[in-house]
């Protein structure tokens, strides 16, 4: 596989985990250990379809909130679950 980033040819992704932020008006929504595909070479991240919606509805849960910051566990998080 090509990295889209580094441009280096016949790289292996692997799995790993990354932070997100997102900047809420004044606030920050900061999600920890997010899923991910690394490339080998340069270590940029890839995310999923799924997690990107998850990610997605975190966003719009903690949109509610401009003016703070939160900090959130990807994996604990438990958004539209009853």
Excluded: W
């Amino acid at each position: 596989m090509k990295c889209p980033v580094c441009n280096k040819s016949n790289v292996k992704m692997v799995d790993g985990l990354q932070t997100c932020s997102i900047q809420m008006g004044r606030g920050k929504l900061v999600i920890e250990n997010v899923p991910c595909q690394k490339c080998s070479n340069c270590g940029e991240g890839f995310i999923s379809e799924p997690t990107v919606l998850k990610l997605k509805d975190l966003r719009d849960f903690y949109r509610h909130f401009p003016e703070r910051t939160f900090i959130v566990d990807f994996q604990a998080a438990e958004i539209g679950k009853d």
